[in-house]
């Protein structure tokens, strides 16, 4: 499986970031596949954004429920992550994740900087 992310480099403070992540080698639809969104500050660890089931259902960080939507397109098998309210301290590497059965596939990430 491979994942891409791509997205603008650079968001201004209170804007909507918008992110797609291009998932080849795997239908996003496939059983058992759990995709996810995963970002990491500059200096920090890996933060979980949420996800987005094979059934379609998704699952959000509690801390950035209300700020968060992640969506998928099944015919091109691409996933949606969109944020708003940007702030600063949303700045960071943005992945794009897969685990299937125990195994976990990443996209290389894409930097995300909020700044104005």
């Known amino acids: 499986v491979q994942l891409q992310e791509s997205g603008p480099g650079l968001v201004k403070p209170s804007q909507t970031l918008s992110l797609t992540c291009t998932v080849s080698g795997a239908s996003i639809t496939s059983n058992y596949y759990y995709w996810t969104w995963i970002r990491q500050p500059p200096g920090k660890g890996l933060e979980y954004l949420g996800a987005?089931?094979?059934?379609?259902?998704?699952y959000y960080s509690p801390s950035l429920k209300s700020r968060t939507s992640i969506a998928r397109d099944d015919a091109k098998n691409l996933l949606f992550l969109q944020m708003n309210s940007l702030k600063p301290e949303d700045t960071g590497v943005y992945y794009c994740n897969a685990l299937f059965l125990g195994m976990e596939f990443w996209g290389q990430g894409t930097q995300v900087t909020v700044s104005s």
């Open positions: 987005i089931f094979y059934s379609g259902n998704t």
